[in-house]
């Protein structure tokens, strides 16, 4: 098993930036690759981020490319989601998750889920 608590969300304005961290605990962190999702009231939950075990490789939705950056330090069993240019379509609740794959943009793939954090921009 793999817990995944997420922090970090909160309101910020238009055009500002936000870090999200994800802590892990149980099993190997290192052996995982992770992601980040997010969910908008009454939207599906879609793909933001990935980054493989190493961290030597990442993946990227096309409206965040730019704009996010997905990164992890296995010595603190922690990914991290940095934000910046957020626009007023970027709120919803996101999302960390572990995979035992290498790396994956399908939520259908990963196997353990954090409860998510709150990101509200303001315009």
């Known amino acids: 098993q793999v817990q995944l608590v997420e922090s970090g969300g909160g309101l910020v304005q238009a055009g500002g930036s936000l870090r999200l961290s994800c802590a892990a605990s149980?099993?190997?962190?290192?052996?995982?690759?992770m992601g980040w999702f997010r969910q908008a009231p009454g939207k599906e939950r879609e793909f933001v981020a990935a980054?493989?075990?190493?961290?030597?490789?990442?993946s990227y939705a096309d409206s965040v490319e730019g704009r996010f950056t997905i990164s992890r330090d296995n010595a603190k069993n922690t990914v991290y989601l940095q934000m910046n240019s957020l626009k007023p379509e970027d709120p919803a609740v996101f999302y960390c998750?572990?995979?035992?794959?290498?790396?994956?943009?399908?939520?259908?793939?990963?196997?353990?889920w954090g409860r998510g954090t709150q990101v509200t921009v303001s315009s």
């Open positions: 998750a572990a995979t035992s794959l290498l790396i994956a943009v399908r939520g259908t793939l990963y196997d353990y």
């Open positions: 149980g099993r190997t962190f290192s052996r995982y690759g």
């Open positions: 980054i493989t075990w190493s961290g030597d490789s990442t």
